[in-house]
């Protein structure tokens, strides 16, 4: 098992920036891949990121590339996603997930173990 805590959601105006964290617990962290999700009311959850085992390799959907990133620092056993020039449209509850399986997948379903949650809000 592995357990995932979201942190760093928050109310911030558009253009502005927020950094979420992702803290786990539980089996060894640089095991795992481990990605970035979103959902916003009345949508599908959405790929946004995914950075490998070591952290060297990472992906990010168009949507959010060039203004998020992600990066993870296995003696901590956090992931983090930077989120910069926000806007109202990155509105959305976002998750964390540990993949046991090959870097650089996208699909939910490869992703076993979720965190709960953060709500981002951004302003416009």
């Known amino acids: 098992q592995v357990q995932l805590v979201e942190s760093g959601g928050g109310l911030v105006q558009a253009g502005g920036s927020l950094r979420l964290s992702c803290a786990a617990s539980?089996?060894?962290?640089?095991?795992?891949?481990m990605g970035w999700f979103r959902q916003a009311p009345g949508k599908e959850r959405e790929f946004l990121a995914t950075?490998?085992?070591?952290?060297?390799?990472?992906e990010y959907a168009d949507s959010v590339k060039g203004r998020f990133t992600i990066y993870r620092d296995n003696a901590k056993n956090t992931v983090y996603l930077q989120m910069n020039s926000l806007k109202p449209e990155d509105t959305a509850v976002y998750y964390c997930a540990a993949s046991s399986g090959t870097y650089g997948s996208r699909r939910l379903s490869q992703y076993i173990y979720w965190g709960q949650g953060t709500q981002v809000t951004v302003s416009s």
């Open positions: 539980g089996r060894t962290f640089r095991n795992y891949v």
């Open positions: 950075v490998s085992r070591g952290g060297g390799n990472t």
